[in-house]
């Protein structure tokens, strides 16, 4: 399996490579250099410049999913077997939801400063939602006849949401956190694009400004290893944690 695996991203990352470097000749611009170039510019700044900027992206994007996660699956659970606690916490969630959390940067970051803690909670905050909106469905449609014969079993509520109502609502949470994952990144560009000077979202509108196209798309590149490594992880994790959907 890890051997098809391999070899499917061989195969699309060659058909990439492929199709990049003929659009290049094409058009014939410095503005899409060949990846041939670039990809020469990648691992010449990887180990140094580049690297920093990779390595602080991955840290706000991983501890604000974690932190995202953490919040928002108790909750989720909790609101999807309550119907009580639920009633009263929708409407403030369905408001909620649908803002686009984004524009509360200008906001963060006059409260919470320019560094890590601003852009990390903006973030998590995206993921949260998702997050939970997600897991307070699942949980929801769990059968009532299964939680009904677990009562009848004697089973405490604590047991009922060990043994039915969290490994039920998993697979569905996960499906969401990479939802969720792709939108952290995308998010975490725009906010490290202005204001700040870490970040791969800095890094690539710095090389930008300057018109370097070919430091600009080892950017980009780095972005999409860190989005893949992200995916690859959750993939792992859901493994673990989920063995029987796998089956």
């Known amino acids: 399996m890890v051997l098809d695996k391999a070899r499917g991203y061989v195969g699309a990352t060659i058909l ?6 003929g659009l290049s000749l094409l ?12 990809f020469g510019d990648f691992f010449r700044l990887i180990p140094g410049e580049l690297g920093r900027h990779f390595a602080v992206s991955f840290f706000r994007v991983t501890v604000s999913i974690i932190l995202g996660v953490l919040l928002a699956l108790p909750v989720g659970l909790v609101l999807g077997q309550e119907e009580c606690l639920d009633r009263f916490f929708a409407p403030l969630i369905f408001i909620l939801y649908p803002i686009p959390k984004i524009v509360f940067l200008p906001v963060l970051l006059l409260l919470l400063g320019l560094g890590n803690v601003s852009k990390i909670v903006l973030i998590t905050a995206i993921v949260f939602f998702q997050i939970l909106v ?4 699942a949980a ?24 039915v109502v969290y490994p039920a609502s998993l697979p569905k949470m996960f499906t969401a956190l990479r939802i ?3 939108t952290a990144i995308a998010v975490l560009f725009f906010a490290e694009s202005f204001a700040t000077q870490e970040g791969l979202g800095y890094f690539i509108m710095d090389a930008w400004s300057r018109f370097n196209y070919s430091d600009m798309f080892g950017g980009i590149v780095a972005m999409a ?16 944690l989920c063995p029987w959907t796998k089956l």
């Open 140 to 163: 929801r449609g769990i059968p009532n006849q299964i939680i009904i014969s677990m009562k009848s079993l004697g089973a405490t509520k604590r047991q009922i949401y060990r043994h």
């Open 180 to 182: 969720a994952a792709g």
């Open 134 to 137: 997600t897991t307070r469905d």
């Open 27 to 38: 058009l014939g611009t410095q503005a899409l250099p060949s990846p041939i170039r670039v």
């Open 225 to 240: 290893l860190m989005g893949l490594i992200i995916y690859e992880l959750l993939d792992l994790i859901e493994r673990r």
């Open 16 to 21: 990439l490579f492929v199709f990049w470097y």
